[in-house]
C-alpha cells in the first residue's frame, strides 16, 4: 500500500507510521504534509479514498475533518470536488435507503462545519429537510404513520450528529440550531410512542424498567438537550481542529446543494388492517433501531460517564463492528482502543451482547460475535474475560425471563465461546440447577449448553471439563450410540424381524437399486408383517448402515431415499416415519435433527410431516425442557424459506437475463433487416441483400438469439410457477403451525377469565409453587432449592415464548397470508388472549 494511503488509514493510531508520537496534532501535520504533495500527483485518487476512510473508518472522523480544513487553505477547488461528492454520496444513500451511509455522512458534514469546510446554514437547511420529511410522514392527513420507522430514523441521524458539531452550530447559528431542536420537540409531539414490547430481551423483567417509559427517540433528544445545557461539553469525541483554530478560520466555506428525501409509499386506499401492517413491518425492517440497550451491569461499574457519552461509544464500537465485520483482528484491535480518555470494557460487553441478542435479528451472525469477543479476550487478558463472565452471570440470573430466541443465541455463543478457551467455567457455581426441577429454565440452560459443547467436542472431554461440578455429568446427553432395536444377542436365535433386517442390510452391501428393494419390500415383507413392522424394519437397518458418519448416512439418503419416499408418499405416513427416525437417534439429539434436516433436503418429509411430528404427544410434553423439537421445527421453517428465497433469486436474475436476451435478439434482427434491404453486386447484376455468406451468419445469429431468448422465457415461467406453488404450500404449512399452537396451547393455558398477561401466568405458578418451596431436603436438612413457577406454567411460558419467536422471525413471510391467518385462526371465540398476545407482540401489530 502507498505510504500517503497508510497514514491516512493509521492517522490517530499508535504505530510505526507516525513514529513514536501520538498526539493527534502531530499526526494531521504530518499526514497534511504528505497529502497536500500527493493531490498534485493523484488527486483523484486522493478523493475517493479520504471519502472511503471517513465512511469506513468513522470513530476517526474529527482528524479527517481537520485534515480537510487545512486541505481547503491550499486547495479549494480539490476540497470543493470533495463536497460536492459527500453531497452525491448522501443523495444517493438518502435514495436507496442506505443507514448506515445516511447516518456516517451527516456525521461528516457535522464535522466538516467545525473546520470551516461546510456553510452552517447549509447543514441546517439539510437538517431542517430530513425533519420536514419526517413530520410530513407521520401526518395522519398527508403522509403514511405507518412509515414513521424512517421518520424516526431520519430524526435520530440530525441528533446523533449533533455531538460532533453541536457546539459550533450552537455558537455560529445559535437561532437555527435552536429552532432545529424546537422542531424536533414538536415531531416528538405529533408522533406515536413506538412500543416494541416484543423486541425486549427481557419480558416483564426489571433491565427495561428505567426506559420504559421513553423510546430510543425520546431518551436520545434528553441526552442531547442534557448535553445543550452543559455547553456541549463531552469527553468522547475528539476536537482536534480547535489545534488548527486559528489556521481554519481563514478557510472558505463550501455550500451544500439540496437534498431530496425518498418518498415512502402512499397509505392504503381501502384502510386494511393487514395491509397497514404489512407496510409498518416494511418499514422496521428497512430503517431498524441499530442497537437497544442491554443493562445488565450496576451503575457503578460504568465510571462516571455521561449519558451522551455512552450514545457516542455505543456509536464508535456499531460502526466498527459493521464496517470491519470482513476482519475481526482489526476490528477487535480498533474496539479496544477507541479515541476516548475513559474505560469502557462493561460498556463494550453489553454492547457486544445487545448485538448477539437484538431482536428481530443481528446484523451478523452469532459466529461472528463470538470471533471478536475472543480475540478483545486476547487483546485485553487482564480486564476483558472477568467482564464477559461477569455478563454470562448476569444474564443467567435473569435466564427465566430473557426472550427465547434470545435465549437460544445466548446458548449457541456461550458453548462456541467456551470451545475456544478449553471449555473452562467455574460449573461449580452453577450446581445448584441440579437441585431445581427439570423444567427450571436454569437447568435447562445449563443442560443446553453443555448437550451443545458435546457436538463441538466429544463427551468424554466435557465430562472432564465439569469435574469441579461432577454432579452436572446427569445433564449431560448419553453417552451410548444409535438405538438399534435389530442387534444380535449371543446365545440367541434370530426372530424373524432381525432375519428381515440382516436380508436388507445384504442387499445394501451388494449395492442392489432402490427399485429393487422395493419390490422385495412390497413382495416379501409388507403382505406378510403390515406397514409399521415394515416401517420400522427399513429405517432402523437403514439408519444403522449410515450411523457410522454424516456422510454414510446423506450416501443412505441418496441411494434409498425412494425406498422412504414410496412406503411413505401421505403426511401421516410421513409423521410415522419421523418419529422412527427420533427413536434411533433418540440417544443422539445432533443426528436427529441432522437426518430429518436430509430427509426434507431430499423431499423424502415434507414440511408439513415435520410440524405435525413436532406438535405429537411425544413432542409436546418435552416443549419445556428440551429445545431439541425447536430446533427441528426452525430447521424445517427456515429450509423452506430459504427455497422461496432462491426462487425468488433465481426469477430477479433470469429477469435481467430475459431483457439482455430480447435486447439482442432485436439487434439481431435490426442487423439482419438491414442487410436484406442494402442492394450488393452479384457478378456484376444489382442484388437485394448483402453477400450470401453474411447473410447466412446474420441468419444463423437471429435464430439462435431467438432460441436463447425462448429458453429463458420458459425457464422464468417455470420458476414463477414453482414459487407461487410454494407460496400456496407455505400458505398451508402457516395455517398447520399456529393452528398447532393454539391447539396445544388451548389444552394447557388457564382459564382466560383468571390469566390475561404473562405476568399473570408467572404469579399463579408462584401461588402454586408456594407450597412446596421451604420443603427441607431429608439428607441434609437444607430447605431444597424450588422452582419460582409450576411445571404446567413453564410448559406455557415455553410454548408461547417460541410462538413468539418464529412469528417475529417469519414475519416477513406471514403478512401475506395475514388476513386469511385473522379469519381462520386468530379470530375465534375460543382463542386464548395469550396466544393472540404472542402473536401481537412478534407482528407489533396488535389483532383484533
Known amino acids: 500500500m502507498s505510504n500517503w494511503k497508510t497514514l491516512l488509514l493509521r492517522i490517530g493510531e499508535k504505530g510505526p507510521e507516525y513514529g513514536t508520537s501520538s498526539d493527534y496534532k502531530d499526526h494531521i501535520e504530518t499526514c497534511f504534509g504528505v497529502i497536500r504533495r500527493e493531490i498534485e500527483r493523484s488527486g483523484d485518487q486522493v478523493l475517493p479514498f479520504i471519502l472511503q476512510c471517513a465512511e469506513q473508518l468513522p470513530h476517526k472522523i474529527p482528524l479527517y475533518g481537520t485534515l480537510i480544513g487545512l486541505l481547503n487553505l491550499e ?30 455522512l451527516l456525521r461528516f458534514m457535522t464535522s466538516l462545519l467545525c473546520s470551516k469546510v461546510i456553510q452552517p446554514a447549509s447543514l441546517i437547511v439539510v437538517f431542517e429537510t430530513l425533519l420536514s420529511s ?29 455531538p460532533w458539531g453541536g457546539s459550533e452550530l450552537a455558537e455560529q447559528v445559535p437561532d437555527e440550531i435552536e429552532r432545529v431542536l424546537v422542531g424536533i420537540q414538536a415531531y416528538l409531539s405529533i408522533r406515536k410512542n413506538s412500543s416494541t414490547s416484543g423486541l425486549n430481551f427481557f419480558h416483564n423483567g426489571e433491565f427495561e424498567s428505567s426506559l420504559a417509559e421513553k423510546d430510543f427517540v425520546e431518551d436520545l433528544l434528553d441526552r442531547i438537550q442534557s448535553l445543550a445545557s452543559n455547553g456541549w461539553k463531552l469527553d468522547s469525541v475528539p476536537r482536534p481542529h480547535l489545534s488548527f483554530e486559528a489556521q481554519l478560520v481563514a478557510g472558505k466555506f463550501h455550500e451544500l446543494g439540496p437534498i431530496k428525501c425518498m418518498e415512502q409509499p402512499s397509505p392504503p386506499s381501502d384502510h386494511s388492517r393487514a395491509y397497514s401492517g404489512k407496510q409498518k413491518h416494511d418499514a422496521l425492517t428497512r430503517y431498524p433501531q441499530r442497537i437497544r440497550r442491554l443493562n445488565i451491569f450496576p451503575a457503578n461499574k460504568m465510571e462516571d460517564v455521561q449519558p451522551i457519552d455512552r450514545f457516542v461509544v455505543e456509536e464508535y464500537l456499531l460502526d466498527v463492528l459493521f464496517y470491519l465485520n470482513g476482519c475481526r483482528k482489526e476490528c477487535a484491535s480498533y474496539m479496544a482502543n477507541l479515541p476516548v480518555p475513559f474505560r469502557y470494557e462493561y460498556l463494550m460487553a453489553e454492547t457486544l451482547f445487545s448485538q448477539i441478542l437484538l431482536l428481530p435479528q443481528p446484523p451478523f451472525k452469532t459466529l461472528y460475535y463470538t470471533l471478536v469477543i475472543m480475540d478483545l479476550c486476547k487483546a485485553l487478558p487482564g480486564a476483558f474475560p472477568a467482564v464477559v463472565a461477569g455478563a454470562v452471570r448476569a444474564l443467567f440470573e435473569k435466564i427465566s425471563d430473557l426472550d427465547m430466541e ?20 467455574p460449573w461449580e457455581e452453577w450446581a445448584y440447577v441440579l437441585d431445581l426441577p427439570k423444567w427450571a429454565p436454569k437447568r435447562v440452560f445449563v443442560q443446553e449448553i453443555l448437550q451443545r459443547e458435546v457436538r463441538l467436542s466429544y463427551w468424554d472431554k466435557i465430562k472432564q471439563s465439569i469435574e469441579n461440578a461432577s454432579t452436572l455429568e446427569e445433564l449431560l446427553p448419553p453417552k451410548a450410540g444409535p438405538n438399534f432395536i435389530y442387534s444380535l444377542e449371543e446365545g440367541k436365535e434370530k426372530t424373524e424381524e432381525q432375519q428381515l433386517s440382516a436380508e ?31 416401517l420400522t424394519i427399513v429405517v432402523q437397518t437403514l439408519l444403522d448402515i449410515g450411523s457410522k458418519s454424516f456422510t454414510h448416512l446423506v450416501t443412505v439418503l441418496e441411494r434409498y431415499g425412494q425406498v422412504f419416499s414410496k412406503l411413505c408418499p401421505d403426511t401421516d405416513k410421513q409423521v410415522m416415519l419421523l418419529s422412527q427416525v427420533s427413536t434411533y437417534w433418540k440417544n443422539n439429539v445432533q443426528m436427529t435433527a441432522v437426518a430429518i434436516d436430509r430427509m426434507m433436503g431430499y423431499r423424502l418429509v415434507s414440511n408439513q410431516a415435520i410440524v405435525r411430528w413436532v ?41 435481467k437475463n430475459v431483457l439482455v436476451a430480447e435486447k439482442a435478439s432485436a439487434n439481431a434482427r435490426v442487423e439482419l433487416e438491414a442487410a436484406e434491404s442494402k442492394l450488393s453486386l452479384v457478378e456484376g447484376e444489382p442484388v437485394l441483400g448483402e453477400n450470401p455468406a453474411k447473410m447466412k451468419r446474420l441468419k444463423s445469429t437471429v435464430e439462435k438469439t431467438g432460441e436463447a431468448e425462448l429458453s429463458l422465457r420458459e425457464s422464468l415461467e417455470a420458476k414463477e410457477a414453482l414459487l407461487n406453488r410454494a407460496l400456496s404450500e407455505t400458505e398451508v404449512l402457516l395455517l398447520l403451525l399456529f393452528q398447532s399452537f393454539l391447539g396445544v396451547l388451548k389444552e394447557r393455558l388457564p382459564d382466560p377469565t383468571k390469566v390475561r398477561s404473562v405476568q399473570d401466568l408467572k404469579s399463579i405458578g408462584a401461588e402454586d409453587d408456594k407450597s412446596s418451596a421451604m420443603d427441607v431436603d431429608s439428607e ?15 410448559w406455557c411460558l415455553s410454548t408461547l415464548g ?13 403478512w401475506p397470508h395475514m388476513e386469511k391467518l385473522e379469519s381462520e385462526v386468530f379470530s375465534g371465540e375460543d382463542v386464548h388472549p395469550l396466544f393472540l398476545q404472542a402473536i401481537s407482540s412478534a407482528l407489533q401489530f396488535p389483532l383484533q
Not at 413530520?135 to 449533533?162: H, R
Not at 442390510?505 to 406397514?531: C, L, N
Not at 429445545?627 to 432462491?646: C, F, H, M, V
Not at 418464529?806 to 416477513?812: C, D, G, L, N, P
Open 134 to 162: 419526517a413530520a410530513t410522514t407521520v401526518d395522519e392527513e398527508k403522509g403514511n404513520p405507518s412509515w414513521q420507522p424512517q421518520a424516526d430514523f431520519y430524526v435520530i441521524c440530525i441528533l446523533s450528529s449533533l
Open 615 to 655: 406438535f405429537s404427544p411425544e413432542n409436546v410434553d418435552q416443549f419445556h425442557v428440551s429445545d431439541q423439537p425447536w430446533e427441528i421445527l426452525g430447521n424445517a421453517l427456515n429450509k423452506t424459506y430459504n427455497r422461496i428465497s432462491d426462487l425468488r433469486k433465481d426469477i430477479s436474475n433470469i429477469t
Open 802 to 814: 417460541y410462538l413468539t419467536a418464529f412469528t417475529r422471525q417469519y414475519a416477513s413471510e406471514i
Open 780 to 794: 441434609n436438612g437444607n430447605p431444597k432449592k424450588s422452582c419460582e413457577v409450576g411445571e404446567r406454567e413453564q
Open 504 to 534: 436388507l442390510s445384504r442387499k445394501v452391501k451388494e449395492k442392489q437399486t432402490a427399485r429393487d428393494m422395493m419390490v422385495w419390500i412390497e413382495e416379501t415383507v409388507y403382505p406378510v408383517h403390515g406397514f409399521e413392522v415394515t
Open 406 to 425: 434470545s435465549r437460544t443465541r445466548l446458548i449457541l455463543w456461550f458453548s462456541h465461546h467456551l470451545s475456544n478457551f478449553q471449555f473452562i467455567w
Open 75 to 104: 486547495n479549494e477547488d480539490f476540497v470543493r470536488k470533495l463536497v460536492e461528492s459527500v453531497h452525491a454520496d448522501f443523495q444517493v444513500a438518502l435514495d436507496s435507503g442506505n443507514c448506515n451511509s445516511i447516518r456516517i
